[in-house]
């Protein structure tokens, strides 16, 4: 398989008036074309900061960072990104919304909605597109935002904790969905996560970070088969060792 | 948006200070050619409404010129100077020391520059009108969610369409909160130009109604005066209500 991440000895630091704070150091990480890896650990521990360094939005301090084998410089056209707070633009209505990424890309005005109505209708919103985002439950916005992370057809998708704001069942719908979505388009996903057992669920590799300076601590297989029982006797093992996995920071470092 | 019913409640100092009149003519706290009553105004309006209506429109011509073109510099200029730290930098203590020059005072160079006439008047609302609409659009584009700049950076939108998808629609609400203070400042600077600087509108007319000893038609004047300026201030209202519905409900969730 060839590999359409990878990151090699990636740090980065931060100059502040107080001095400078390292927030990552060292990371190497590669993902392959189609694999779901879940970037693991507590807050603060740089694992956002790496997602966006690899969404091009911020350069890194060392290190590099390629995209099917080219190297990073700004945001690559081969990845769309969904953050936690969605990034909705409240004035837009759905479909709009969900057409801005096609736009900012030059796609015409009749493929634009073309393509929205299908990754709407992947997303089941096909009948809320002429809503506005206030007038949408916390679940229904994310779907808007993956719907339009979707509509460029990126090779990668970055997930930046999107399911971190919700109630635990549209959590699990959502869950499900997004690996009915990432089984038919054949993306790879990189996904932040606080959750142990949303990583475990989701991902074929789990990257476990430490914090101060961020690293990642350990990269672990998860063998489990699809679709995943979290009561399984394995899962819940997978479970508890990643727990202690993250647990030497619980000691000393203030969350 | 409909305007409650409890807003006409908003009259009643005004019908207070109604009655009080009357009953001060009736009292003869006054000389009638000081104090006309009531009807006595009425009585002015009816004889002299071709003029009124006349200096009126004058002075509303000369507003909305004013503030018109204020607003078409004041927006764009206010985009890139909120957008871009560095104008922000080079212009912030010049913005400052020049919204603090009242334009009143600016009247006597006014005229010498452009005589008596429209343009010394126009140019004095457009002073007013400029300040307000600038600072409020800058605070505007500042107040925008990082994270929809991140969003339309991470799709790798072009600057304009930034410019005019997401800041102009962002700044909105505040560009509007500038414009009613521009009409206002704008408003209160016609009526005093009109006395020094042209020879036609309401502050004129309410000049040479003073020297004529018509003070029915000066109360006129001041009555025609207030009741423009909050059918503007409504009639920006209910504008920006209009222009930013998608607030609304994010108002009222905040609430």
Partial sequence: MSSFLE?????????????????????????????FVCLLGLSGCGKSTLLQLIAGLEPATSGTIAINGKALDGPSAETSIVFQDHGLFPWMNVARNVEFNMKARGVTGK????????????????????????????????????????????????????????????????????????????????????SIDEAVFLADRIAVFSARPG???????????????????????????????????LHGAPL | MRVPAFRVFGLLPLLLLLAAWQIAVVAGVYPTVLLPAPAAVIAAFAQNWPDILANAGASVTRVIVGVG?????????????????????????????FRSVPPIALIPLAILFFGIGDRPAIILIFLAALWPLLINTIFGVRGIDRTMLKVAR??????????????????????????????????????????????????????????????????????VIGAIGLL??????????????????????AE
Wanted: proline share 4%; net charge positive; charged share 20%.
């Fill in chain 1, 215 to 249: 690293r990642i601590s350990t990269i672990v297989n998860v063998d489990l088969p699809r679709p995943r029982d979290p009561n399984a006797p394995r899962f819940t093992e997978l479970a508890r060792m990643l727990r202690a996995e993250l647990a030497p920071n």
């Fill in chain 1, 7 to 35: 990151c090699i000895g990636v740090g980065k630091i931060y100059e502040g008036k107080s001095g400078a704070v390292e927030a990552l150091r060292g990371i190497d990480l590669q993902c392959d074309t189609g694999e």
């Fill in chain 1, 111 to 194: 493929e634009r909605r073309a393509r929205a109505a299908e990754f709407l209708a992947m997303t089941g919103l096909s009948a809320f597109h002429d809503r506005y985002p206030h007038e949408l439950s916390g679940g229904m916005r994310q779907r808007v935002g993956i719907a339009r992370a979707l509509t460029t057809r990126p090779r990668g998708l970055l997930m930046d904790e999107p399911f971190g704001a919700l109630d635990a069942r549209t959590r699990g719908n959502l869950q499900e969905e997004l690996l009915r979505i990432w089984e038919t388009q054949r993306t790879t996903i990189v996904f932040v996560t606080h």
């Fill in chain 2, 69 to 97: 073109i204020a607003f078409c510099v004041a927006v764009p200029a206010g985009m890139l100077i909120g957008r871009y730290r560095a104008l922000d930098r080079v212009t912030d203590w010049s913005i400052q020391i």
């Fill in chain 2, 154 to 223: 991470a799709a790798r939108a072009g600057e304009w369409l930034i410019f005019v998808d997401i800041i102009l629609p962002a700044a909105m609400p505040s560009v509007f909160t500038g414009l009613r203070l521009a009409i206002g400042g704008g408003w209160l600077t016609v009526v005093t130009a009109e006395m020094i600087a042209v020879k036609s509108g309401l502050g004129y007319m309410i000049l040479t109604a003073q020297l004529t000893f018509q003070s029915q038609l000066i109360i006129a004047g001041i009555i």
């Fill in chain 2, 232 to 253: 503007a201030d409504q009639g920006t209202r209910l504008l920006r209500a209009r222009v930013c519905r998608w607030q609304e409900g994010l108002i009222a969730q």
